[in-house]
């Protein structure tokens, strides 16, 4: 449909090395390889050469930067991670931001919030008190939202407090949107557990491979959702494009 209004829609990429290709591509040193040189503006130029060559390939979305927290040494996806420390993780992500959104290409902050471990990550419950959630595990993403307005943001698979990420409305509205005036769009991880129906009234956009149109359309007859829930996320993935649009102007 959108390609009806002379737009091609918007393809999304890995990783946090990188652009992720079937072919040859650059490997850039790992994010905790980043972060170790204290050096934002190092991570800056990093992101405008990334976005250099994801420009080459026709790519516009960077899933990526990771900003989990290193709490265990064992955890598969610490290289993907910055640091244990939140200000460096913002400050670097932040710079990593600023650089590929200035050469056109958008990023992705992951994965929103306290996924700290690789196995069973699905399914996992990271409990946590509400004051080392804000002081250590949403310190670092509210950094880099603040000081880089990043286009999108990827919640996490795992539940924080018995909850799930993706349908945790004080995360995502209240948090995201509402105290740190977050415009941008919020995706899933790819196939996550939880419903797109709670996750639209939470606050997410996109469910990422695909949605359940089905079920949202029995939710809306049911007066589970309104219209209005549908319009929000979808005026946000249309902004997503526009910027996308703009970017490729320059």
């Given at each position: 449909m959108l390609e009806d209004f002379g737009s091609?829609?918007?393809?999304?990429?890995?990783?946090?090395?990188?652009?992720?290709?079937?072919?040859?591509?650059?490997?850039?040193?790992?994010?905790?390889?980043?972060?170790?040189?204290?050096?934002?503006?190092l991570a800056e130029q990093i992101g405008r050469a990334v976005a250099a060559e994801a420009g080459l390939n026709g790519l516009d979305i960077w899933l990526?930067?990771?900003?989990?927290?290193?709490?265990?040494?064992?955890?598969?996806?610490?290289?993907?991670y910055y640091s244990e420390d939140p200000v460096l993780s913002g400050k670097i992500a932040a710079g990593l931001t600023r650089g590929a959104q200035s050469n056109?290409?958008?990023?992705?902050?992951?994965?929103?919030?306290?996924?700290?471990?690789?196995n069973n990550r699905t399914n996992s419950d990271s409990r946590v008190s509400e004051r080392a959630l804000r002081e250590i595990y949403l310190k670092g993403f509210r950094i880099a939202i603040q000081e880089a307005a990043p286009w999108c943001i990827m919640s996490s698979y795992n539940k924080v407090n018995g909850r799930e990420t993706a349908e945790n409305r004080e995360l995502?509205?209240?948090?995201?949107?509402?105290?740190?005036h977050y415009d941008g769009l919020v995706m899933t991880d790819w196939g996550n557990n939880s419903l797109q129906t709670l996750e639209i009234k939470a606050g997410s956009d996109v469910k990422m491979p695909n949605g359940q149109p089905d079920g949202l359309l029995a939710a809306l007859h049911a007066?589970?959702?309104?219209?209005?829930?549908?319009?929000?996320?979808?005026?946000?993935?249309?902004?997503?494009?526009?910027?996308?649009?703009a970017a490729g102007t320059q």
């Open positions: 091609r829609g918007v393809e999304t990429f890995d990783g946090p090395a990188g652009v992720r290709l079937a072919e040859a591509a650059t490997a850039w040193p790992c994010a905790v390889a980043i972060a170790s040189s204290w050096d934002p503006d990526a930067p990771g900003m989990n927290i290193h709490r265990n040494p064992l955890c598969g996806r610490n290289f993907e056109g290409v958008g990023v992705t902050l992951k994965h929103l919030v306290a996924n700290n471990k690789e995502l509205t209240g948090i995201l949107r509402q105290e740190w007066g589970e959702l309104t219209r209005t829930d549908l319009e929000r996320g979808a005026k946000r993935v249309l902004e997503l494009v526009l910027k996308r649009e």
